[in-house]
């Protein structure tokens, strides 16, 4: 299995890179590092390799792949200079589409992207390249903010703090059983958030929650944090990370299905938004 990482060359992208880089060798896995030549028509141009270009079209084309080409390999030497080992590819086509294609041919186990990214003529903030990934995504998407305390765990074994965006349902299941995998490759402090809709706590929430989750990490450390407000519960997620200082945010992603799909579809779109921290977003397993 491999860890794929996009990349547009920018200074977020750069950090991405470099977590993808660090989650890679703490986590055992091949690294894939790959651009998304993203302008209109350039996927009928990715044949122009090793061919000389006709026409004032075919150069421009020809030029601009030739140039990406040395800077996708500038990048993956830099890697390299990491003692990480990557493969590079160079596509073409819209961003997000081209990533979970290069996914599945990759057979990937996670998808690593920059917090910034846009398609070709399309605003970033609303549906960006890392929020429509993660949406679409059948295997877990991490948004990088800084990325510095992954890279920090992975290269230095300090303690990870995770928080876990958690709803009693089968997808926030599934998000914290990503958790594991994490702990394997390091010390990690495992913080379950849960946003209480309401204007003041109910008494009987947390110990239902302590129950349930108690059953999913069967024996592992967590802490609860249990919170009750009104307003959007993203935005009380990302107070969360910051009061806990977390390094990463794990929430369930791509729900199909009533209510869970609107609580979860909400909370990674807004949790990737407004995070401090970087974000895991984790698809339920196809059944």
Known sequence: MTILCGTDFSDAAKAACDTAAALATALGEELVLAHVFDFPGAEAYLDLAGRPPEGATERFYAGELARLGKQLDAEAGRLRGQGVAVESRLTAGASDERLLGLAVEARAALIVVGSLGRRAGGLWRLGSTADRVAQAATVPVLVVRTGKGLREWGANGRELVVLVAYEPSESSDAALKFVPRLESAGPCRVVCAHVHWAP??????????????????????????????????????????????????????????????????????????????SVLCVPMPRA
Do not use: M
């Open 200 to 277: 003041k706590a109910d008494p009987a929430v947390e110990p239902a929650l302590r129950s349930r989750l108690e059953g999913v990490r069967r024996g592992a450390p967590f802490e609860l944090c249990v919170l009750a407000g009104l307003g959007r519960p993203a935005d009380h997620l990302a107070q969360i990370a910051k009061q806990e200082k977390a390094d990463l945010v794990v929430v369930g992603s791509n729900q199909r299905h009533g209510l869970d799909r609107i609580w979860h579809g909400s909370i990674s779109h807004g949790v990737i938004e407004r995070s401090p921290a």
